[in-house]
């Protein structure tokens, strides 16, 4: 597959782009600070510098034309507003739609829509969680092709692959970045992920039991 990772260069992106590059995948990555250039050129992906925000839909557009899929990593930074999710993901599933790409696999939040409440958040994770529920609205509303990923708070480690993943809601525990990246890369090979959303946390199953567990 040739495969659009937006937000390629990001600590969960970077790993996305290893994984599909490893399995064989065409990748291109868009990035927004052109000093992250090297990050991707250097795990095999073509690297083009978009801005979620401020670059032309068209460019977005051009970019996927001719793509198989379409990876959305990004997320806003320390920082920023939580709002980039939302008009990043709106934009992108325009140039999706607009460049004929069929699939797009989103990744998201656990239990942004599967009712998690927030009242009890403190106003950054409330305006989190709205934002990341805006965007899942918008993109199961689309013409795409769609997967949501909604896994639990990232961390840092390194592979496991040993994962929870489920169609329903489930506690709240962490994923390491790799192994999201991992399961990322099954739910895009798999077409019957289209249409669902999944949550994902640390497990005790393999991800290819897992998956075949999830959409039993």
């Not at 390629?8 to 995948?25: D, F, P, W, Y």
């Not at 510098?49 to 990004?74: R, Y």
């Not at 140039?95 to 009890?120: C, D, F, H, P, Q």
């Not at 991992?182 to 999944?198: C, D, I, M, S, Y």
């Amino acid at each position: 597959m040739r495969v659009i990772v937006i937000g390629g260069s990001g600590r969960t992106g970077l790993l996305i782009v290893e994984k599909l590059v490893a399995a064989g995948h065409s990748v291109v990555a868009t990035i927004r600070n052109p000093k992250r250039m090297a990050e991707t050129v250097k795990r095999g992906a073509e690297t083009i510098v978009l801005d979620l925000d401020k670059s032309p839909l068209s460019d977005f557009t051009t970019t996927m034309k001719g793509a198989d899929a379409v990876v959305f990593a990004a997320g806003s930074a320390a920082g920023e507003s939580s709002a980039l999710d939302r008009i990043g993901t709106r934009r992108t599933v325009h140039a999706a739609e607009n460049a004929g790409v069929k699939r797009y696999l989103s990744i998201s939040a656990i239990g942004a829509s599967t009712g998690l409440s927030i009242r009890s958040m403190d106003d950054e994770m409330k305006d989190y969680y709205k934002q990341k529920r805006a965007a899942a609205k918008f993109i199961t509303s689309s013409s795409l092709e769609w997967t949501i990923l909604e896994p639990g708070e990232l961390t840092d480690g390194g592979d496991t692959g040993k994962v929870l993943l489920s169609q329903q809601a489930i506690n709240e525990e962490s994923i390491s970045r790799a192994d999201v990246a991992a399961v990322t890369l099954a739910l895009l090979e798999e077409p019957k992920t289209a249409g669902k959303v999944f949550q994902l946390t640390r497990g005790t199953q393999t991800i290819a039991a897992a998956l075949k567990a999830a959409l039993s």
